[in-house]
């Protein structure tokens, strides 16, 4: 089993920066790919970022890429979300999820089936 707790959501005004961070507790973080996913008002949940187990592979949806940066301290069991240029319609409640790689492979996954274990969510709302 794998804990995941995500933290660092809150209110911002658009063009500002937030850092989601999210806490892995239980078996080794350190093999599992790590992903960050989003579900807005009546919307389907999507993957916005993704990272290997090792962290040389990266995945970010067309919608963030050039803003959010993911990144992971496997000293720290924790994957980060760096989110700047935020604009209204990033607002959403925003989720980490793992998924055990065994240490094996190189790649990324952004499906919500791939994965195992998810946290609570944090919101994020961007205003005007």
């Known amino acids: 089993q794998v804990q995941l707790v995500e933290s660092g959501g809150g209110l911002v005004q658009a063009g500002g920066s937030l850092r989601l961070s999210c806490a892995a507790s239980?078996?080794?973080?350190?093999?599992?790919?790590m992903g960050w996913f989003r579900q807005g008002p009546g919307k389907e949940r999507e993957c916005v970022a993704a990272i290997s187990w090792s962290g040389g592979s990266t995945y970010y949806a067309d919608s963030v890429k050039g803003r959010f940066t993911i990144s992971r301290d496997n000293a720290k069991n924790t994957v980060y979300l760096q989110m700047n240029s935020l604009k209204p319609e990033d607002t959403a409640v925003y989720y980490c999820?793992?998924?055990?790689?065994?240490?094996?492979?190189?790649?990324?996954?952004?499906?919500?089936?791939?994965?195992?274990?998810w946290g609570q969510g944090t919101q994020v709302t961007v205003s005007l």
């Open positions: 239980g078996r080794t973080f350190s093999s599992h790919a």
């Open positions: 999820a793992a998924r055990d790689t065994g240490y094996s492979g190189t790649r990324y996954y952004t499906r919500r089936n791939e994965y195992i274990y």
